[in-house]
């Protein structure tokens, strides 16, 4: 987050013939069309700012100003998107997504957030929708991530070749993020191949110092699959002590009858 010398004022301009006189951009005033510019850039940015630390009404008063400085920059209806998306008025965050859009159909960024937030709607099918426009952007900085969200969106859709395939291409482009390992070992165990998936896997485990339950549980199936009794009673046991109110604990429990 900006430190709080971000916030000083912007300086004022030089009275010509003018009777009105530049403001800083706290007020949101409006001088010139380079100072209105300025200004703009400026509110937005004041409000991202805000909005990283959680400040939803402080995010908000910055918009407003924003909003009277230009009311077609679509980072304005991005930001108001993320700040009712995140004090859970769920129909104001979706008008204001799709209208972000609308006023630039190329904000690859605003979509990635968009299909995140049809995800959280459990709205998967449109979240892929999403995900496709963006992954198709070659210069998008984010991409990788965006193919990790794909997968997960195609996952959830149980559309297992899909997730795979995005999850491979997110794993050649940042080969270092570890989740995206565990989500090819665990879409692979799903698609039964097995030794794959077991490869990945050890990647995996060898790159944490502690498996979550989700891990654990796909460990002691994998350990199953290929007879290896000390890895499943070992990793059954670091649920049972580690994750006992897991779900994957009471599945643990019920396949093997604990």
């Given amino acids: 987050m900006p430190s709080h010398s971000f916030f000083r004022a912007v300086g004022c301009c030089l009275l010509l013939l003018s009777l009105s006189a530049c403001v800083t951009t706290e007020r949101g005033g409006i001088g010139s069309q380079v100072d209105k510019s300025q200004a703009l850039k400026d509110t937005i ?20 100003t924003a909003l009277a400085l230009d009311d077609s920059n679509a980072q304005i209806y991005e930001a108001m998107a993320l700040v ?5 008025e769920i129909d104001l965050a979706e008008e204001n997504y799709q209208r972000s859009i609308k006023l630039d159909t190329a904000a690859s960024r605003v979509r990635n957030n968009y299909a995140a937030f049809l995800g959280q709607q459990n709205r998967y099918a449109e979240a892929v929708q999403q995900l496709e426009l963006v992954v198709a952007d070659t210069l998008y900085s ?12 195609h996952l959830q859709l149980q559309q297992l070749e899909p997730a795979r395939e ?13 989740q995206v390992t565990f989500y090819l070992a665990e879409v692979n165990y799903k698609l039964n191949n097995f030794a794959v998936s077991l490869q990945y896997y050890d990647s995996y485990r060898q790159a944490i110092k502690q498996q979550p339950p989700r891990a654990l549980w796909l460990g002691i199936r994998l350990a199953e699959q290929f007879s290896n009794n000390d890895a499943l009673s070992s990793y059954g046991m670091a649920l049972k002590n580690l994750y006992p109110g897991s779900q994957e604990f009471l599945d643990y429990k019920k396949v093997y009858g604990l």
């Fill in 166 to 178: 995005a999850f491979r291409r997110a794993f050649l482009m940042n080969r270092n993020n570890v």
């Fill in 84 to 88: 009712f998306q995140n004090t859970g």
């Fill in 45 to 64: 940015q004041l409000a991202f700012s805000y909005i990283r630390a959680g400040n939803w009404q402080s995010a908000k008063r910055h918009l407003k």
């Fill in 142 to 153: 984010n991409r990788p991530s965006a193919f990790v969200n794909l997968g997960q969106s």
